[in-house]
């Protein structure tokens, strides 16, 4: 059984930073593209950054602007989103999860895990 689980999230003030995780266990991350997802309440999961599964490759949201950076480390398992010059609108619960590959990174092939919560105070 697929889980993943999402760490690294807390509150900071306008213009911190935060380090995202996401481990998996169950299956190995190595072979698949992986995604972060946001989600405030009453929307839908929304992707904000992906890297292929070689990590060669990777794709930012538009409202990103080079604030974000995505790596992976397949030895470990797991995949990290630093975020970086936080604003109030990044508030929002952050979730991860794989697609085959990076052209269908909106894509969802887990149950998703509970996220973390990153809050940014004005």
């Known amino acids: 059984q697929v889980q993943l689980v999402e760490s690294g999230g807390g509150l900071v003030q306008t213009g911190g930073s935060l380090d995202l995780s996401c481990a998996a266990s169950?299956?190995?991350?190595?072979?698949?593209?992986v995604t972060w997802f946001r989600r405030t309440s009453g929307k839908d999961h929304e992707p904000v950054a992906a890297?292929?599964?070689?990590?060669?490759?990777?794709w930012f949201g538009a409202f990103v602007k080079g604030r974000f950076s995505i790596s992976r480390d397949n030895a470990k398992n797991t995949v990290h989103l630093r975020l970086n010059n936080l604003k109030p609108d990044d508030t929002a619960v952050y979730y991860c999860?794989?697609?085959?590959?990076?052209?269908?990174?909106?894509?969802?092939?887990?149950?998703w895990g509970q996220g973390t919560q990153v809050t940014v105070a004005p």
């Open positions: 999860n794989a697609a085959l590959d990076i052209a269908t990174l909106t894509s969802h092939l887990w149950p």
């Open positions: 169950g299956v190995s991350l190595s072979t698949y593209t």
């Open positions: 890297v292929s599964a070689d990590g060669r490759n990777t």
